[in-house]
């Protein structure tokens, strides 16, 4: 039998005539680090609300399991970064010696030893946008909780931020603490979590781990360059996809890679006209898993 830290079903939440959730079901077991997945304003951070309680839904049940449940705390800009730490130690009943090991510690896993020490220490209004957001990371891990809820945990992190806090998050799996996280970049899902949940249109529309997922979207796509933007415009009228975000005038667009597939594109290209200067074709990679599981109409 699977031993669930956080489960959570029929959760709906109404904002005046919005609909945000419409019937959310979530298992997540103990120990793991589990993603919710899903576009910008699909409702993850009012899931994440609703989990650690500052929000009620309008419908469903929430069970947390785990003596202590662990989220960000609000930074005093005033204070140093180990200040902060230590005021937030306080507040959950550590004791002075605790409260400093435990500062030091999270400091140390999220790389910002360096500006929070309180001799040296800067305070946290000349932290950058990066640095906040490590510390925020940490406040919610004071007091080892046995599970943490972190929304968009690597929003916003340079490369190094982001192996700064993926390591964290594997460390405390590793430690048996169960983390909750939520994402907007189906790559991050991908890396981060043991098992991911896609969110879309108020549901969760698959679950499962990366791998899993990868095989029900069972997708790829073709990469097709144009030699202009006007080519490239007829191109997403004609063919859909999404257009990429360099100055190369390309084109991903779904597709499995299998013959009939292939054919069935090269057919819609020439029937338009369409001039392609390059067009090669890829194997899944976590984008066109989010495109193609999102796409998926919603039944049940
Ligand atoms: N208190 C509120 N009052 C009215 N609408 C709200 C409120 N909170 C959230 N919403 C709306 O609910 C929807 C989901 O918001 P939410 O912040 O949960 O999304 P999200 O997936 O976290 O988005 P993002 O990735 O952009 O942060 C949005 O349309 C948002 O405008």
Redesign the pocket.
């Known amino acids: 039998m699977h031993n669930f830290a956080i489960s959570a079903s029929g959760l709906r939440m109404s904002?005046?005539d919005?609909t945000?959730l419409d019937g959310v079901d979530l298992e997540v077991p103990s120990g793991t680090v589990f993603a919710l997945l899903?576009?910008?304003?699909?409702?993850?951070?009012?899931?994440i609300r609703i989990l650690s309680g500052v929000t009620g839904a309008d419908e469903g049940l929430v069970r947390i399991t785990g003596e202590h449940v662990g989220r960000r705390s609000p930074l005093d800009d005033s204070l140093t970064g180990e200040d902060n730490l230590l005021a937030v130690a306080r507040r959950r009943g550590l004791d002075h010696a605790e409260a400093a090991r435990c500062a030091a510690d999270l400091l140390g896993r999220l790389g910002l030893t360096e500006v929070s020490g309180m001799a040296s220490g800067i305070p946290v209004a000349a932290y950058s946008g990066g640095m906040r957001h490590r510390l925020g990371i940490a406040t919610a891990l004071v007091g080892s909780p046995e599970v943490v809820l972190l929304?968009?945990p690597t929003g916003g992190l340079d490369p190094s931020g982001r192996r700064a806090v993926r390591r964290v998050l594997r460390d405390l799996a590793a430690e048996g603490v169960t983390v909750f996280l939520?994402t907007?970049h189906p790559r991050d899902a991908g890396e981060l979590a043991d098992r991911v949940a896609v969110l879309s249109q108020g549901r969760i529309v698959a679950e499962g781990t990366p791998r899993e997922l990868g095989r029900l979207a069972s997708c790829g796509h073709a990469h097709l360059r144009f030699a202009d933007a006007e080519e490239l415009e007829w191109a997403v009228r004609v063919l859909g996809g999404v257009p990429g975000d360099d100055e190369a005038f390309t084109l991903r667009v779904p597709n499995d890679g299998s013959v009939g597939s292939l054919r069935a594109l090269l057919d819609r290209i020439d029937h338009q006209l369409l001039a392609v200067d390059g067009l090669s074709i890829h194997a899944p990679d976590p984008d066109d898993v989010f495109l193609t599981l999102t796409a998926r109409p919603v039944t049940g």
Do not use: M, P, Y
């Open positions: 904002f005046g919005r945000v899903g576009a910008e304003g699909s409702g993850k951070t009012t899931v929304d968009e939520t907007r």
